[in-house]
């Protein structure tokens, strides 16, 4: 145990500078162009995609005028405005004028209506309504990277509140087949009028040769006199997100790749790569280096370019790794909620490759 201790001390406190995930990125990609789509991106990428930040070109798309504008300020401060091309279209999975559904909170807007009898008393009504319609034009993604001259998309992120399915189709057959990574919300309950399922949504994704590597839970808890807490507080008296009373499971994030076999199948260095950076993104070291080592043996890779690529791997990995002790963990409020009155705290906890708040995991 305590050569356990010490070995651990000893790796988060190495030696030698820590860099940014962008150095391990471009150094796989080697030159590469990698692209990316934000689809919904209203407050800029989520947190776990900072790694491609600085090395991959996005298309962040965000149709409420509000949120485009502050979008739009948000990349122009940072870093790589350069590297960012933030676009006020709505999509939609046939394009032309559909029902716009603009929801009391911003976030919750959606060209599907939401579903108040799902909705229920598992979320509160002041998020969706007043719900107000409009028409708005739509676009299909295909047609938006046709008209920039983008024949290929490596990943996306969608989270559009129920449409997800219908964007994506919309996507069109060849970008879709030549995906590499895909992130999608999926609700459980039809909160949305006409969503599509998981079921739908595998099959997409099957039929075009990727498959489900990892999926991540959000939960929320049945309201009582309009509270979230309201079971907790006033019948059970514990804390709001006790681990004795259950949550209901609402919606979930749902991530695809292009497994090793079939990205190896198109004898690509290019697209080896942008997978390898793809895999390390999401943690997936393990399968990074395996299919490093299989592109060195199809002979896709020199030595000498596998040996720098599996080096790379590698030192991200252990610079991350030394890393995890500066992610926040609410230490205090969890010692402070320790000793509340029969209040037993949940800190966030590690979900693979971010943190998220109990109960969802």
């Not at 960012?84 to 999509?91: E, I, K, P």
Request: proline share 5%.
């Amino acid at each position: 145990m305590k050569r356990l201790v010490v070995d651990a001390l000893r790796r988060l406190s190495g030696k030698g500078p820590r860099r940014p995930p962008s150095h391990y990125v471009q150094a796989i990609l080697g030159g590469s162009r990698m692209v990316g789509a934000d689809v919904g991106g209203a407050f800029g990428l989520p947190g776990h995609w900072g790694v491609f930040d600085g090395s991959v070109f996005f298309y962040t798309f965000e149709p409420h005028p509000s949120s485009l504008a502050r979008l739009k300020a948000h990349f122009a401060a940072g870093p790589h405005p350069e590297l960012y091309c933030v676009l006020g279209d709505a999509l939609s999975g046939t394009g032309g004028p559909r029902t716009f559904y603009r929801t009391n909170e911003p976030t919750g807007s959606s060209i599907l209506a939401p579903n108040k009898t799902v909705i229920g008393d598992y979320a509160a009504d002041s998020y969706f309504f007043p719900c107000a319609e409009s028409t708005i034009e739509t676009r299909r993604l295909q047609n938006v990277l046709d008209e920039r001259g983008e024949p290929v998309l490596d990943l996306i992120k969608l989270d559009i509140q129920g449409a997800e399915l219908e964007v994506l189709r919309g996507l069109g057959d060849d970008r879709l087949n030549s995906l590499l990574l895909a992130e999608v919300e999926v609700g459980l309950h039809g909160a949305y009028v006409g969503q599509g399922g998981f079921g739908e949504i595998d099959a997409l994704f099957r039929d075009h040769g990727l498959e489900c590597y990892d999926v991540r839970v959000a939960r929320t808890y049945l309201r009582r006199n309009g509270r979230i807490d309201g079971y907790q507080r006033e019948v059970f008296d514990v804390f709001s997100n006790s681990p004795t009373i259950a949550a209901r499971a609402w919606e979930f994030d749902v991530v695809y790749f292009r497994p090793i076999n079939k990205v190896l199948a198109r004898r690509d260095p290019a697209t080896v790569r942008k997978s390898i950076v793809a895999f390390c993104g999401y943690h997936y070291f393990a399968e990074a280096y395996e299919l490093t080592d299989q592109a060195e043996r199809l002979g896709i890779f020199s030595a000498a370019e596998a040996q720098q690529i599996r080096a790379t791997i590698v030192a991200w990995h252990r610079d991350l790794s030394r890393r995890f002790y500066d992610a926040p963990r609410p230490f205090f409020e969890a010692v402070r909620r320790f000793f509340a009155r029969r209040h037993w705290g949940q800190s966030s906890r590690w979900s693979q490759y971010l943190w998220t708040d109990y109960p969802n995991s």
